[in-house]
């Protein structure tokens, strides 16, 4: 079975800090994808990661995938208010039409 | 750019009541996806559809859940006699499944509240 864990559950930073979310996952997959929620809301779809190594990155945030050990990471790059919200690491099974498994996810709330 | 769609954004039902959750996946995407979430909690798959029938699905998704695609357009989820926890938000995706890829897009749920 498929697991997904994520950590920190929940983190407070101030304005301007850097820190890293950790994605880890139990079994082979292909793609993994980060997501972000604001409260009440959908989930809009961060970034699409494919292969080992892949790296990518838009504004403060830049997600890596490690397949060899089942790793991704989110890096916020000095941190604003606006990325205030819940952030959510997903893997699919990569068995065809396949569902995502999702984290726990992260609250990352950022202070001035 | 295409969307995918529910209605309604918020349902209100007694226990025991039948509700029916309705989804408009975007136009060419050949898969679709039922996840919920319960407040504060993770994400987690219901149930997906391809080809007219039901793919793969979970242990949440019991006798009491139900999908349908009634025509060329909606996707249904019916919870047939609700329960307390069944309050939760649901949410709707569709993928076309094709390439790399696969993203699936979600659309901007349905919170059920269960009185």
């Known amino acids: 079975e498929l697991k997904v864990e994520q950590n920190p559950l929940f983190l407070s930073m101030q304005e301007g800090k850097n820190y890293t979310i950790y994605c880890n996952y139990s079994t082979t997959s292909d793609r993994l994808y980060w997501y972000r929620q604001d409260p009440g809301k959908s989930l809009e779809s961060l970034f699409v990661?494919?292969?080992?190594?892949a790296v990518k990155q838009e504004g403060r945030l830049m997600a890596s995938l490690d397949t060899k050990a089942r790793l991704s990471t989110l890096h916020i790059t000095a941190a604003v208010h606006d990325l205030s919200a819940t952030y959510f690491c997903?893997?699919?099974?990569?068995?065809?039409?396949?569902?995502?498994?999702f984290g726990k996810g992260t609250r990352l709330s950022v202070i001035a | 750019e295409p969307e995918v769609t529910q209605t309604p954004s918020h349902q209100v039902t007694q226990m025991g009541q039948e509700v029916i959750l309705r989804c408009v996946p975007i136009s060419n995407h050949l898969y679709f996806y039922w996840y919920r979430q319960i407040l504060g909690q993770k994400v987690e798959f219901l149930v997906s559809f391809y080809n007219n029938e039901i793919s793969e699905k979970s242990e949440i998704f019991d006798d009491q859940f139900s999908v349908e695609r009634p025509d060329g357009s909606n996707f249904t989820l019916k919870i047939r006699s609700t329960k307390l926890e069944d309050s939760a938000m649901y949410f709707c995706a569709s993928s076309d499944n094709r390439g790399p890829v696969r993203e699936q897009y979600f659309g901007p749920g349905t919170r059920l509240t269960v009185t």
């Open positions: 990661l494919l292969s080992n190594g």
């Open positions: 997903a893997v699919d099974s990569s068995s065809g039409n396949t569902p995502l498994v």
